[in-house]
C-alpha cells in the first residue's frame, strides 16, 4: 500500500545539463532521508528551483518560476508548502534573492546540493514565517560528487550526464561560471569509472561525460604535483585519454560521448584515445564562440584562428566518421560587419555537421559587460537568424547525403532514435517508420530527411558494431 503519510518533493531544474546533475543529486539526497519524489506540485511538501545564472534570460526565467511557484501555492492555499531556490543564481546571489523574494523559505548554494535531505527534513517541520534562510557558504563553491553519490535520475532509464569534474580556469570575458563554480576541479579515474559501471548494470546504454571543461579532465591534478612553476606532463597524472581508456574496458553495450570540450587543451594523445575506442563515438562537441581573432582576443578564448583550424583539421583526420558540433556568439561588443562575414565565411567553408548560434548576453560582473560598442539587440537577433539559415542550408545537405544508408540508432521512444551523432536534448532525431522499444540499439535504413531529422525504417540489429 502506499504511504500517503511519506514526504514529497518536488523539482523544477533550469539551465544546462551540468545543473541537471545537481538536481539528480539534490533529490537522490532527498530520498536517502526519506523523502519521496512528485512531478505534481500540488503534491509536494517541498518544492525547488534549481536555478541558471549563466544569461539574462535564464536568469529571468528562474525568476519567473520562483514567482509562479509561489502564486500556486498561495491559489491553491497550500501554506505547509516550502518553496527552495538552489543552482547558479541562488549560489550568485543569494542575498538579492532574500531580500528581493521574501517568499522563499531557503536558500541553498552549490555546495549543499550533496547534503539538502537534512535541510529539507528540518523544513518542513517547521512552522517559520521569518525572511529566507541563506545556506551559500561562500563565493565560489568547492562541491565535487562522487562515484557513490546518491542520485535520482531524470533523464530516460537509457541514457544519463556523468559530471567528470567541476568548476573553470578559463578568463573568457563573457562568462562568469568561475565566480560561482570556483576553479576546476577533477574526480579521479577511479570514481568516474565506478560510476560508469553502475550506471551500465542500471540499464543505461549513453554516458554523456560533462563538466565545464572536459578536455582539462586531470590537469589540476598535474598542477597540484608539480607545482605552478613547473612543467607537467601526461605521465604525473591522469588525463581524459587515460579515463576514456579505462572506461572502454567496461562490460556491456553503451555509448560514451564527449561534451563541452575546450580548443585549448586537445592532445593528439585524445584524438587517438577516441579513434581506438570504439565504445567513444565520434562526435565531440567543442565550443568556438568566434574565429575572427579580434573576438578571439576580446572574448579571451585562449586560442588563436590557426590553432582552431588546425585542430579541427586533426580532428577530422584522426577520428573517422566524426561530427563536430560547435556553438557560437554572436553580437559581442565590438563585432564588427567584418569580423561577422569572417564568422559566416568559416561556418560555410568548415561545414559543422551539428552547429549553434546565440546571441551575446551581457552578464552582469562579467569584463565584457563593461566593454564600449555593446551591439544592439535587433542586430544581434539579425546576425544570429543570417547564421542559423546558412547552418540550416548546410545541415540539409548532410542530412540528404544520409539517404539510403544503414545506421546504428538508439531509441528514445517508439517513433524516435539518435545516432551515435546526435546528443540528446541539443541535435538532430531520426523518425522512425515503425515502432521499436525505447532504450534498445536498432539498425535503421535511413530512407528520407526532414530537414535536419532522419526518416528510417528499423529492422532487426545485426550486431553491437
Not at 557513490?148 to 562568469?176: M, Q
Not at 582539462?216 to 613547473?230: I, S, V
Request: proline content about 5%; glycine content about 6%.
Amino acid at each position: 500500500m502506499k504511504d500517503h503519510s511519506q514526504r514529497k518533493v518536488g523539482m523544477v531544474s533550469l539551465g544546462c545539463a551540468k545543473n541537471l546533475v545537481d538536481a539528480e543529486i539534490m533529490l537522490g539526497d532527498a530520498v536517502s532521508h526519506g523523502f519521496a519524489v512528485t512531478s505534481s506540485p500540488e503534491e509536494a511538501d517541498v518544492l525547488i528551483v534549481n536555478t541558471c545564472g549563466f544569461i539574462d534570460s535564464a536568469k529571468q526565467e528562474s525568476i519567473d518560476a520562483i514567482l509562479e511557484l509561489h502564486r500556486d501555492r498561495q491559489t491553491e492555499k497550500r501554506a505547509h508548502q516550502k518553496l527552495v531556490v538552489s543552482g547558479c543564481m541562488a549560489q550568485r546571489f543569494s542575498s538579492e534573492l532574500a531580500r528581493e523574494i521574501p517568499e522563499i523559505d531557503a536558500i541553498v548554494g552549490l555546495d549543499q546540493v550533496g547534503d539538502i535531505g537534512t535541510l529539507l527534513q528540518n523544513l518542513v517541520e517547521s512552522d517559520s514565517t521569518q525572511s529566507p534562510l541563506n545556506l551559500v557558504a561562500r563565493a565560489a563553491s568547492r562541491y565535487i560528487p562522487d562515484y557513490d553519490t546518491p542520485r535520482f535520475r531524470l533523464t530516460p532509464s537509457h541514457s544519463a550526464y556523468l559530471k567528470i569534474a567541476e568548476g573553470c580556469n578559463h578568463p573568457c570575458s563573457f562568462c562568469v561560471i568561475p565566480r560561482m563554480r570556483g576553479r576546476h576541479r577533477s574526480r579521479t579515474i577511479s570514481s568516474v569509472v565506478g560510476e560508469v559501471r553502475s550506471l551500465v548494470s542500471q540499464g543505461v546504454r549513453e554516458i554523456n561525460l560533462i563538466s565545464q571543461d572536459t578536455t582539462f579532465f586531470g590537469m589540476d591534478q598535474w598542477e597540484q604535483k608539480a607545482g605552478p612553476r613547473q612543467p607537467v606532463d601526461s605521465q604525473r597524472g591522469p588525463t581524459l585519454a587515460k579515463l576514456l581508456d579505462e572506461i572502454a574496458e567496461v562490460e556491456g553495450d553503451f555509448w560514451v560521448r564527449l561534451l563541452y570540450t575546450h580548443p585549448a587543451h586537445w592532445s593528439d594523445e585524445l584524438i587517438e584515445a577516441i579513434a581506438r575506442n570504439p565504445k567513444v563515438v565520434p562526435y565531440v562537441d567543442m565550443p568556438l564562440q568566434h574565429i575572427h581573432e579580434d573576438m578571439l582576443l576580446a572574448m579571451r578564448r585562449e586560442t588563436s584562428r590557426q590553432h582552431i583550424e588546425d585542430l579541427i583539421g586533426r580532428l577530422r583526420a584522426g577520428i573517422p566518421n566524426l561530427a563536430l558540433r560547435t556553438t557560437f556568439i554572436v553580437g559581442f561588443p565590438g563585432e564588427t560587419s567584418k569580423h561577422f562575414e569572417a564568422l559566416l565565411q568559416f561556418i560555410e567553408t568548415t561545414r559543422f555537421e551539428r552547429l549553434g548560434v546565440f546571441t551575446y548576453s551581457q552578464e552582469e560582473g562579467s569584463r565584457a559587460a563593461k566593454m564600449e560598442n555593446q551591439i544592439p539587440t535587433a542586430e544581434k537577433n539579425r546576425r544570429m537568424r543570417r547564421a542559423m539559415m546558412l547552418q540550416q542550408k548546410i545541415a540539409t545537405e548532410m542530412a540528404q547525403n544520409q539517404v539510403g544508408k544503414d545506421l546504428r540508432v538508439l531509441v528514445e521512444t517508439p517513433h524516435t532514435g539518435r545516432t551515435i551523432h546526435d546528443a540528446p536534448d541539443v541535435d538532430c532525431k531520426v523518425i522512425l517508420t515503425q515502432d521499436a522499444t525505447p532504450g534498445e540499439f536498432i539498425q535503421a535504413h535511413v530512407t528520407d530527411t526532414q530537414v535536419y531529422d532522419l526518416v528510417a525504417q528499423p529492422y532487426p540489429l545485426r550486431s553491437a558494431s
